[in-house]
């Protein structure tokens, strides 16, 4: 019998995936296929793997062939097909349990030649998101569609996430390219255009594993733009022949506008992604890419490129008159810039771009209106005591300045359609805030400031509804631009009522204020509970007949509704619910119940006409139980409606206050049935990082205090970080964020937001997102006079002309970029202020988030102050690089400590790598020109360090001054009082788990993932009470760390100075970290958890020796064996004590316990060679 579905599956070198890929596949909720598994000549345990598949279930064969490349492997599957559809799955992703069922489901129905459907990525912890690729052209469904109706579609270009009919495929003897890069292409978009009709499903049907050494992840290479280019010229010769079969008749336009629109995308696109990777690559990928791009380009219709936006056009004009210089000087201008430019020529007709010394022609640089739009935008918006609403914000013609004049000629108005316009007055104000949003240097908008008030009577009309878009015009440079105001950013304004049934509801849409002015037609006036039902009163507005049929609950998500009859007293109609209806939780797209599922309550009239249900102003919110730790909350939602919440019990503050002190009181209801201990969580919305604090639940109501600048925390007591942080109750130590209680903000608090608080340098900001979720919004630490690009280049230029006045006798340390006061950097300072120097000691501090010694004082990071520092120190100690535009001044003294020993390849030696920077790799040998000292900590590593930053300067080979700790006379004493401080009781032995951070797994906020491979709750059960397991983040990793709330996982990411970690510790546990060459001076155990030590060293950083050979303890592959060795390390490590003895040799021959005192007799004068 004749399978529904063939998928094939090529497979080389996946033994790592493979098993969940045929897993996913295998459980299919469409069973009726067949699996063709076509092994590429695979030289892992692949072949294994595939053929135990094959053997346990039928549907599964497996074939054999010698290593001729993907393409091949597909080709030959597909040959062995016999299903009626036929699907690819490449063999390290997965497919959702039900993505078969669903879009042969779909095809069924419409008869399409294919379906094709929305793609997540598949992360390395295991979470799913979104794939940016895929937003836009999944981002609805829609039955027998086509490319030609629905443009978009052209970016839809891999094969995985499709399920063709096999007559379709075999009709137009679709093959995928051999031997070759990018082989969907050239199969995938001729698909589209050749078919009849297409499905396409916004719900996710294949997951897409990220996997830094795949092709896709490879661009800065020449075979890579070589073969890219060969695909698109492949796809755009195929429509170019089509459009010269069909000259003369109907079709030929439609294949015309469809090269057209491929070829803009393949500019804008994919030829575009390997221009991005120009300042990764080496001269040779310039060459090729400069090359290929351009033998596309001849190609393509000169409208095309005429028609690219501005930014672009001007890249490609370089591109083909080959000048690179000036095309990477563009690209990293735009870093920093955007795509900001200065309006030259007669009215302002011409772009220039800085970076761009060279002439165009003046067809590329011509600008056009889309080219100097308005930017508008509203940064403060309440209603005042008097009811009026108060706006302010700044407007101006982006890439044109703000002048007086300019500045002051500014306009605002309400429009209702396109006749009725109300116009507002407009006071112009100082806005820096306009500036350093903008994200640029080129411009000051400091003048563009405005603030304006609206009346809201003046909105209303005689219609029953009337919706009023907020506009503006500004001037700019002669130019006026008109365009709506913009609100991103903000909570939505609350409801406010004129009278009991006449409303002004504010709404966003699309980021774009709106004020909708209403006469509703009936309104909640009362809601109480009992046995088991919810009883809803109405009050119907005067006018409006009293032919109320019924109150319709309906759920949001199902549309499930249950219609409920009414009874009536005069213009009151009463109807009561069964909570029982609508207490089962609905499930997500993961199967688990919704923490929220919201239930809307309308009105049905006589003629069944629907319409929505207002709340009376001053109604609170009511909280009914449900059980199983859910309940029943009756609000009213952002539109001012009835809005039934279905949810998990959670915290609903009622009470927000600033006491003199700057201490935060929150309270509010949280009416918690069970016996649970609870704390206070904040986290922060970028980077995850957590403070945690005491909450009092007690009688239904829980309360906390907090001041925000000054948190108890492992690195001492800081403001909370810059940026959003939202709060939660959790169960202590809860590290599954599906088991937070969000803290939510009672409707009747929401006028009074937000709370604003100077404290500390800088503005904490109490306030509501997403409607009603609590947040709290640490502001920046830098004055606004030093925030954004503009008074970053200013404060640059005002560097430069401090270099030439005299140096102070000043020491500016940096440990970490600012991140930490720690390290070499803080060693030397101890020596310094052990000698009594006459220096005074500033150290970096990066956003308040370091604790410095008294004997030092911090100086923030890209403040004003730092740059003085910059400039005039005499002595500048960093164990990180410099600004690339920093230029040590001839009496300046810069020691370079650097932080680690390499064992994985840094600076020019990732030259050839993946994870090679080239813009960076570029500046290293300016940067190595800055200082006069580098700090080796052992003769291995001088060589390595020397060509890794092209540094001829002066080496001082003196061990790392970090390290004096672990030989000091006192270090017993220090062991004590670090256990102490920690509450580490002495009887425990102490492990310290510290992996390295892996730039193949990057997150929000410029951090990267916690690749947690150790099974904390495993190693708690085999190690006992009588061990500490202390885990340590690197910095720049982010996330939380779980099973702290046992005592016996600690996070020490955040403690100031590993060097007092490794003096406690009695085993260490790590992978690449360079921890383990300061550890081995302990002479301690330590353990390899090298889980990933093939792809680590062969694709990702590449090591400086062989570390299998040399490595001073066992190399353990899985969580399990590590968890195995710390039951006795000392006899896991049996066996390594010759390799500990020559690890000591080579990479601890200079530590004595006085490098610190080595580096600062070579800094000062007397000591200088």
């Not at 604090?693 to 829980?702: K, N, Q």
């Amino acid at each position: 019998m004749t399978p529904r579905l063939t998928v094939v599956v090529p497979i080389y070198n996946v033994e790592a995936y493979l098993d969940a890929c045929l897993e996913s596949l295998a459980a299919q909720t469409m069973p009726d296929l067949e699996v063709v598994m076509v092994d590429d000549g695979s030289t892992d345990g692949s072949p294994v793997i595939a053929r135990a598949m094959a053997g346990r279930d039928p549907r599964f064969s497996y074939v054999r062939q010698e290593n001729a490349g993907l393409g091949a492997a597909r080709n030959a599957g597909a040959a062995r097909a016999t299903g009626a559809h036929l699907a690819f799955v490449d063999s390290d992703d997965v497919v959702p349990h039900d993505a078969y069922e669903r879009m042969l489901d779909a095809l069924e129905e419409s008869g399409s030649d294919f379906a094709t459907g929305n793609v997540h990525r598949l992360r390395v912890d295991g979470t799913t998101e979104q794939s940016a690729m895929f937003r836009k052209v999944m981002g609805k469904d829609r039955a027998a569609t086509h490319v030609t109706r629905h443009w978009d579609l052209i970016g839809d270009r891999i094969a995985c996430n499709k399920v063709f009919r096999k007559d379709f495929w075999d009709r137009h003897a679709f093959a995928f390219p051999v031997g070759v890069l990018f082989e969907d292409t050239p199969v995938v978009v001729p698909a589209h255009f050749l078919a009849r009709s297409v499905d396409v499903l916004s719900g996710p049907v294949y997951l897409w594993r990220d996997r830094d050494g795949s092709i896709t992840n490879r661009r800065a290479r020449p075979r890579a733009v070589a073969d890219r280019t060969a695909a698109v010229r492949s796809v755009s010769g195929f429509l170019g022949d089509r459009v010269r079969e069909t000259a003369g008749t109907p079709e030929a336009a439609g294949w015309a506008e469809g090269k057209r629109r491929y070829d803009a995308t393949v500019l804008a696109g994919d030829l575009w992604l390997f221009m991005e990777a120009l300042p990764l690559g080496d001269a040779e990928y310039h060459e090729a890419f400069l090359d290929h791009a351009n033998s596309f380009a001849d190609t393509v219709d000169p409208a095309v490129l005429t028609g690219l936006p501005l930014a672009l056009r001007v890249k490609w004009q370089l591109i083909r008159e080959r000048r690179l210089t000036e095309l990477l000087a563009f690209m990293t201008y735009e870093k920093s810039n955007g795509t900001t430019f200065l309006a030259r020529g007669p009215r302002r007709s011409r772009a220039q771009f800085p970076p761009v010394t060279g002439r165009l022609p003046r067809g590329v640089t011509a600008l056009r209106r889309a080219d100097l739009p308005l930017k508008s935008h509203i940064t403060e918006a309440s209603w005042d005591e008097d009811g009026r609403l108060r706006l302010k914000g700044f407007a101006y013609v982006r890439n044109l300045p703000a002048g007086r004049v300019g500045a002051r000629a500014k306009f605002a108005w309400l429009r209702a359609g396109k006749r009725r316009a109300v116009p507002l007055k407009v006071r112009t104000v100082r806005s820096r805030e306009a500036t350093y949003r903008s994200k640029q240097g080129l411009h000051s908008y400091d003048r563009s400031g405005f603030e304006t008030v609206i009346d809201p009577a003046r909105l209303v009309t005689k219609r029953p509804s009337t919706t009023w878009n907020v506009e503006m015009a500004a001037f700019g440079g002669g130019l006026l631009r008109t365009g709506p105001v913009r609100m991103g950013g903000l909570s939505e304004l609350p409801v406010r009522y004129l009278d009991d049934f006449l409303r002004i509801a504010p709404r966003l849409s699309a980021g774009r204020l709106r004020l909708r002015a209403e006469r509703v037609k009936a309104r909640l006036v009362r809601h109480e509970e009992s046995g088991g039902t919810l009883r809803l009163e109405v009050e119907l507005a005067p006018g409006v007949p009293a032919d109320l049929k019924a109150l319709r609950v309906e759920n949001w998500h199902t549309k499930e509704a249950y219609d409920l009859p009414v009874e009536r007293s005069g213009r009151t109609f009463a109807a009561e619910l069964r909570l029982e209806l609508i207490a089962g939780a609905g499930t997500d797209d993961s199967g688990a119940p919704r923490k929220t599922d919201p239930w809307g309550v309308g009105l049905v009239r006589g003629d069944d006409e629907w319409s929505a249900l207002a709340v009376r102003p001053g109604i609170p919110a009511g909280r009914r139980p449900l059980g199983a730790g859910r309940e029943l909350l009756v609000l009213a939602n952002a539109a001012g409606n009835v809005e039934l919440r279905n949810q998990t019990v959670r915290p609903l503050v009622d009470t927000l206050t600033w006491d003199e002190d700057g201490r935060l009181a929150v309270e509010g209801s949280f009416p918690d049935e069970s016996d649970t201990a609870w704390e206070l969580l904040l986290q922060h919305s970028g980077h995850d990082e957590v403070a945690v604090l005491p909450v009092e639940v007690t009688d239904g109501r829980f309360g906390a205090a907090l001041r925000p600048d000054a948190v108890a925390g492992p690195a001492g007591v800081l403001p909370l970080a810059e940026g959003r942080w939202y709060l939660y109750l959790r169960e202590p130590g809860e590290t599954d964020a599906g088991r937070y209680r969000q803290v939510h903000v009672a409707p009747a608090r929401h006028e009074r937001l937000p709370l604003v608080r100077a404290l500390g340098g800088r503005d904490f900001t109490v306030g509501r997102r997403y409607y009603d979720r609590l947040v709290i919004e640490s502001g920046s630490v830098l004055a606004v006079t030093e925030r954004g690009g503009a008074q970053q280049g200013a404060l640059r230029t005002r560097y430069a002309s401090l270099r030439v006045e005299p140096r102070t006798d000043t020491v500016l340390y940096s440990s970490f970029d600012g991140r930490q006061c720690s390290d070499s950097p803080r060693a030397v300072h101890e020596e310094l202020v052990a000698r009594g120097e006459p220096l005074e000691h500033l150290w970096v501090v990066r956003d308040q988030q370091v604790t410095v010694p008294a004997s030092a004082r911090p100086v923030a990071l890209w403040s004003t102050e730092w740059y003085e520092a910059l400039a005039r120190s005499r002595y500048v100690v960093t164990n990180t690089q410099l600004p690339d535009w920093f230029e040590r001044a001839e009496d300046q003294y810069v020691v370079q400590t650097w932080h680690g020993t390499p064992l994985k390849r840094i600076g020019r030696d990732l030259a050839d790598s993946p994870s090679g920077d080239q813009r960076y790799i570029a500046t290293l040998p300016e940067r190595a020109a800055q200082w006069n000292l580098l700090v080796s900590p052992n003769r291995f590593s001088t060589p390595v360090l020397r060509g890794a930053f092209g540094y001829h300067g002066e080496v001082l080979e003196s061990g790392y001054p970090r390290n004096d700790l672990l030989h000091a006379a006192d270090r017993a004493k220090v062991a004590a009082a670090v256990r102490e401080r920690l509450g580490i009781p002495e009887d425990r032995r102490v492990v310290l788990y510290a992996p390295t951070w892996r730039e193949n797994q990057p997150r929000r906020g410029g951090r990267y993932g916690l690749d947690l491979r150790l099974d904390l709750a495993a190693a708690r059960r085999a190690l006992g009470e009588d061990h500490v397991l202390l885990v340590r983040r690197h910095y720049l990793v982010g996330g939380t760390v779980p099973g702290t709330a046992s005592g016996f996982v600690r996070d020490v990411t955040r403690h100031p100075d590993v060097s007092e970690l490794l003096l406690i510790s009695d085993v260490l546990v790590t992978d690449y970290s360079s921890l383990m060459f300061d550890f081995a001076q302990t002479g301690r155990p330590m353990l390899f958890h090298t889980y990933d030590l093939d792809h680590y060293r062969d694709t990702l950083r590449g090591f400086y020796f062989d570390f299998v050979a040399q490595a001073p303890g066992p190399l353990l592959a899985t969580g399990e064996e590590v968890v195995e060795a710390l039951r006795d390390p000392v006899a896991a490590t049996a066996g390594h004590e010759e390799a500990y003895r020559r690890f000591r040799e080579v990479f601890c021959d200079l530590d004595d316990g006085r490098a610190a005192a080595h580096v600062v007799d070579a800094m000062l004068p007397g000591g200088r060679r």
